[in-house]
T-cell receptor, first 112, second 111 residues
Framework: SQQGEEDPQALSIQEGENATMNCSYK?????LQWYRQNSGRGLVHLIL???NEREKHSGRLRVTLDTSKKSSSLLITASRAADTASYFC????????????WGLGTSLAVNP | EADIYQTPRYLVIGTGKKITLECSQT?????MYWYQQDPGMELHLIHY???????EKGDLSSESTVSRIRTEHFPLTLESARPSHTSQYLC??????????FGDGTRLSIL
């Protein structure tokens, strides 16, 4: 069963704006991962944040993790039309034998 | 760029046919996974393997079977395809607690 829940399910913004997506989970985790999926393609890993980390940056991406609230957020700054994709969070749960638990995904549309 | 390949990319085939979806990776990863994903929906794990001769069923029940005779190869087979099997099938690989690498998927349509 899926334990990750992401919101919003869909997000439409203008180029140049920031996009924020949230992910909540239910059990203890080793790490939380964010992936991106372009239409008709496989997923591409973006960022991994460990349970003892609170914030991580990669280029225009910023991920935060709040283990007390069991939630994470992905911020894309200065969005571009090429950022249009679905974004998924996945948790690597403690004691889960390395199976990732996937969220439902957020569909992001960046309008030029 | 991840070196994991899936063939075919698209397959349209009639009911009752036997199908094998191929997945190969050149990274030497010990772990491999098959996911089923309907358009715009979440991923469902249907099979995984943690090494040669090791296969397990995932969280979503599937009529498909898998084998892992070689580290780099993890084919998925449907003995008798049905319209309910129409979906996208994604293969992934990984090692340790590193992120998974995905192929581009096979989009399967059963008529």
């Amino acid at each position: 069963s899926q334990q990750g829940e992401e919101d919003p399910q869909a997000l439409s913004i203008q180029e140049g704006e920031n996009a924020t997506m949230n992910c909540s989970y239910k059990t203890s985790i080793n790490n939380l991962q964010w992936y991106r999926q372009n239409s008709g393609r496989g997923l591409v890993h973006l960022i991994l944040i460990r349970s003892n980390e609170r914030e991580k940056h990669s280029g225009r991406l910023r991920v935060t993790l709040d283990t007390s609230k069991k939630s994470s957020s992905l911020l894309i700054t200065a969005s571009r039309a090429a950022d249009t994709a679905s974004y998924f969070c996945a948790t690597d749960n403690a004691g889960n034998n390395r199976k990732l638990i996937w969220g439902l995904g957020t569909s992001l549309a960046v309008n030029p | 760029e991840a070196d994991i390949y899936q063939t075919p990319r698209y397959l349209v085939i009639g009911t009752g046919k036997k199908i094998t979806l191929e997945c190969s990776q050149t990274m030497g990863h010990d772990k491999m996974y098959w996911y089923q994903q309907d358009p715009g929906m979440e991923l469902h794990l249907i099979h995984y393997s943690y090494g040669v001769n090791s296969t397990e069923k995932g969280d979503l029940s599937s009529e498909s079977t898998v084998s892992r005779i070689r580290t780099e190869h993890f084919p998925l087979t449907l003995e008798s395809a049905r319209p309910s099997h129409t979906s996208q099938y994604l293969c992934a690989s990984g090692t340790g607690n590193q992120p998974q690498h995905f192929g581009d998927g096979t989009r399967l349509s059963i008529l």
